[in-house]
């Protein structure tokens, strides 16, 4: 004999797995196309992955429903009054579908986003026609990396059926009043243009939001529809279950361009697509967008001087001599109150640890010379390489250079930057200021001239001298986002934060008793620079490799992408059999730190 609500048991073995499942799922490890020589979460091939533990988001929603739906339901079912009264109604059916989209959805990126037709978000609240609630759009799961959306509807043929009568009497109601003899209802059919149900009303607003919310710049996602308790093929004669306009309401969602899925998914294993398991291995553009601190490195005394014998040897380089520090004491005495001044002093050991494990590094594999081997893999012969960067990074480059860099460094950053008068300059300064005191041989990578952008921002005129390489859809997301980020300043703010940008040879001669101005904040986030946002828009508008020390900037960035796109347009996406050349190149490369620690030698730079 089977036991009363047999159903609600089986749901509940249901939840109770799908329970389990969640607690331990992990999204899709994603490839970005972003080279890590920095030896910090990285892959093979310097491949970046993000973090397999990384929150998919809307999870913890999912995970919270199945577990409060899964307590309510067992307290019901232990509840030995529970056999005499009516099932108890629950969401298990709809969570179990969602879960089972999630869990065969190709590149899932998010579940439970709320998506808005309206430009703003609050302009959607004063809408009222049923296509729009007040909460926005709502998509059960984002996949294949953006571009699909997936709706879970478990509505019953009875639910609808309650539908179609309810409009039927109203239509029935209005031919009785209208008195012209001609019903608009023949034979249990509603003439298409006053057909509409729940179920079309989703589809429109589904459509209307993926309108509004295109994937990347301009590909619109496509919609699916899974509808797990539809039944279109019972038979017509039983009229308390089947009606011919379930079958007509699945036509027009067809014909609206919905993908229509009907009944529960079978199985809980995804089909894996073969090439995604292929390593995807990233290389850099033959044109280098350079960063601030991509300057500062290619500077630095860490990159050029010569490697310490040991890991001892890297940490006594940067311990100043005794008579130094009894100096250095008195000194932050003397221009400060606080008694604790001194402590402030000796707290800055951690200064030189920094300097240290930057030499340690340099030890393993050396900036220059990862350079070197991964641009030479792309022009055997560097003579394709050409570098360029912002007149702002520039600018600020020289103007750090001037306070704290050593006599070497500053000479490096004469002979890298002084040249760099305007973005078409052909004059090839003399090499040997820049490689002279430089463990490497002249020339060992085409450093000079290092090229500047003719405007602080890409426009349509300061474009067309260029020739951008084809974009990628993550190319194309991180140039909107820049865009985004720097479309919320205040252009008359920035002017006064900083002076133009000098193009005289050693502008910081002028200026070393001044302050280096701070450097401008975004308003979107605080987190991020204005000249480090102008650097990657510049990079990913024309389609170069951006090299980058900022890694916390790069983080940073990613996560306004996603919030933007969803996450939708961070993974890398394989390249049609003719695109590969396009497929494989880098939109950002990211290097380990190295600062101006020619100042901070104990040695004197004496080598």
């Known amino acids: 004999m089977a036991r009363p609500h047999e159903e609600l048991y089986e749901l509940c073995d249901y939840l109770r797995s799908v329970s389990v499942g969640l607690d331990s799922y992990e999204p ?25 533990r990384e929150v998919l988001p809307g999870l913890r929603f999912l995970r919270e429903e199945v577990k409060r739906d899964l307590q309510v339901l067992q307290k019901f079912l232990d509840d030995p009054g529970s056999t005499s009264l009516l099932p108890l109604s629950t969401n298990a059916p709809y969570l179990v579908a969602v879960w089972q989209e999630l869990l065969q959805a190709s590149g899932a990126v998010a579940i439970y986003r709320t998506f808005h037709i309206a430009a703003h978000p609050q302009a959607s609240r004063k809408l009222k026609n049923g296509s729009v609630t007040e909460h926005g759009v709502k998509v059960d799961v984002v996949a294949d990396n ?12 009875s639910r609808i059926l309650m539908e179609f009568r309810e409009m039927d009497s109203y239509l029935t109601s209005s031919d009785e009043d209208d008195g012209d003899g001609h019903s608009s209802l023949k034979k249990g059919k509603l003439i298409p243009q006053e057909f509409d149900n729940s179920v079309l009303r989703m589809g429109r607003a589904l459509l209307g939001a993926a309108r509004a919310n295109p994937h990347g710049s301009n590909e619109i996602p496509s919609v699916t529809m899974r509808l797990t308790r539809l039944n279109p093929s019972l038979s017509d004669t039983d009229y308390e279950k089947s009606d011919s306009r379930i079958a007509y309401t699945i036509d027009c969602l067809q014909k609206m361009g919905i993908d229509v899925q009907l009944g529960e998914r079978q199985g809980i294993m995804k089909e894996m697509d073969n090439i995604s398991a292929q390593p995807v291995v990233f290389e850099p553009t033959t044109h280098i967008n350079l960063d601030l601190s991509a300057l500062i490195a290619l500077i630095s005394d860490t990159t050029h001087s010569h490697l310490p014998r040991d890991p001892e040897d890297a940490n006594a380089r940067f311990i100043p001599p005794q008579r130094y520090v009894e100096w250095k004491k008195q000194r932050v005495r003397m221009l400060s109150d606080s008694p604790d001044a001194t402590s402030t002093w000796e707290d800055s050991g951690i200064h030189s640890k920094v300097l240290a494990d930057q030499a340690q590094q340099e030890m393993k594999k050396g900036l220059l010379q990862d350079m070197h081997d991964r641009l030479r893999s792309i022009s055997p012969d560097l003579q394709n390489i050409q570098f360029w960067t912002t007149q702002e990074a520039r600018q600020r480059c020289l103007q750090i250079v001037s306070k704290i860099a050593g006599t070497r460094e500053r000479q490096r950053a004469e002979a890298l930057l002084s040249c760099s008068i305007c973005s078409q ?5 003399t090499h040997h200021r820049f490689w002279v005191h430089s463990r490497y041989q002249s020339n060992f990578i085409p450093l000079m001239p290092v090229r500047l952008y003719p405007s602080s921002e890409p ?15 993550f190319m194309t997301s991180l140039a909107s986002t820049c865009r985004n980020i720097l479309s919320q300043e205040d252009i008359s703010r920035l002017r006064e934060s900083h002076s133009p940008p000098s193009h005289s ?22 987190k991020l620079t204005v000249h480090t946002v102008q650097s990657m828009l510049w990079g990913a508008a024309l389609g170069w490799t951006t090299l980058t020390t900022n890694r916390s900037s790069v983080k940073v960035l990613l996560k306004e992408m996603k919030r933007s796109t969803g996450g939708g347009a961070l993974a890398y996406e394989f390249p049609d059999e003719d695109e590969t050349t396009r497929g494989s190149k880098a ?13 901070s030698r104990s040695d004197c730079c004496s080598e």
């Open 28 to 52: 899709e490890p994603q490839d970005l196309p972003i080279i890590d020589s920095s030896g910090e979460e990285m892959g093979e091939m310097g491949v970046v992955k993000t973090q397999t």
């Open 146 to 157: 953006g571009r699909r959306w997936i709706r879970v509807n478990t509505i019953k043929n």
């Open 425 to 429: 300059t052909t004059t090839i300064p």
């Open 459 to 473: 426009d349509a005129a300061s474009l067309e001298s260029f020739q951008p390489n084809p974009s990628s859809p």
């Open 505 to 526: 040879a050693a502008p910081y001669l002028s200026n070393d008793e001044g302050e280096i101005p701070p450097a401008a904040v975004t308003l979107a986030n605080p």
């Open 587 to 599: 939109a950002i490369w990211m290097v380990k730190p190295r600062s101006l620690a020619e100042g």
